[in-house]
């Protein structure tokens, strides 16, 4: 598309926001994607009442949930992060358990009718098509879903292959801009981490396919597997933990059964490094969370690994991840996809990874039972390894007792005595 076209049909964000009615369903684009601009442009709105935003963790600060906005803007999340948690937790906005893979269906089936999908795009190449970037996740069953479409056309934002194509004269309004992309560089490892990947790194073969999140434990567990050969990638998200290995030639996706040759995945998140590697690059397939979490799809893969993490586990191996106790955190997300997914695969490996204490040591997060309000991401028939820095226990086709009595062999030292007199009163052991 011309420059000159594109420009003669760009507007302010408030004249695209006016597009936006009282009593309408909106959907927000998150991650490094979120249409900051727009979404201020909706907060500056004084005329409006009963509009929901649907949403995924959203960057930047969560004014749309603000007290000031009561009975104009609702906050909905659908995974919460933690500018939304405060809102969530004082009931000023929504929370929906769901797992990741099935929101796209809530979008397509309208059971969550969206009027609008408000999101960035990257500029309109010659054909006219945009992409939606490096956040591609739930907005591709939105945008396909929604009655008006409302773009951030951001200059910066990198142009991503896979199912990402948006054309130009699907959406209705956009705004022109050039800012740069939400930067975000890792923690370095600490040693309870490292620990952790060492015991993670021999259960991860030459040829797997692996799923790692963000966060400390997956980039230690990135940096243990230099040695290895032809790995695959089909993940729901990474980081730039992932590029050392993918320059190494560590990462081949040779083997894999479902696109072979490309990386996988639904979004990314992480430096500007990152975001320069996945633009325009065709080694690497952005698809709809309903793809890249399809477990059917995720076990054809040869040799899955799945590494998540836990805010606790109890004695039966009953996994929370998205709550401490009643108060939300986060989201159930796609955990339970690719746990589900490495467990019935041929010569899968699902793992529950976590440091064994919170709080400096003060807690354990090996628990007798879960707290009262905790949601259980993972249920114990599909939890197979856990792994803290105290040691990797396999908990499949244990009983009761033997899982109870596995798990605490892998509890901080400190905690074992009490969890096993709490074992003894349960199980009689």
Known sequence: MQHAALEARATSAADAIAHIRSGMRVFVHGAAATPLPLLEALCRRNDLEGVSLYHLHTEGPASFAEASQAGRLRSVSLFTGPALRGAVAEGRADFVPVFLSEIPRLFRSRRIPLDVAMVQLSPP???????????VDTARAAVDAATIVIAEINDRLPRTHGNTVVPIERVTAFVRTSRPMPAHAADAPGEVERRIADLISPLVRD???????????????????????????????FSDGLLPLLAEGVVTNRFKSVHPGRTVTSFVSGTQALYDWVDDNPLVEFHGCDRTNDVVLIRKNPRVVAI???????LTGQVCADSIGHRIVSGIGGQMDFMQAASSAEDGVPIIALPSTAKDGQISRIVPALREG????????????????????????????????????????????????????????
């Open 308 to 314: 998540n993490s836990a805010i606790e586990i109890d």
């Open 374 to 429: 905790a949601g259980v991401v993972t249920t114990r028939g599909h939890v197979h390894w856990v792994v803290t820095e105290w040691g990797a226990v396999d908990l499949f086709g244990k009983s009761l007792r033997e899982r109870g009595e596995a798990l605490i062999s892998i509890a901080h030292p400190d905690m074992r005595a009490e969890l096993r007199r709490a074992l003894t009163a349960v199980r009689h052991v």
């Open 125 to 135: 190449d010659r054909h006219g098509l945009c992409t939606l970037g490096p956040s």
């Open 207 to 237: 040829g797997s396919t692996l799923q790692l999140g963000i966060g400390a434990i997956p980039d230690a567990v990135l940096a243990t597997l230099h040695d290895k050969h032809d790995l695959g990638v089909h993940t729901e998200m």
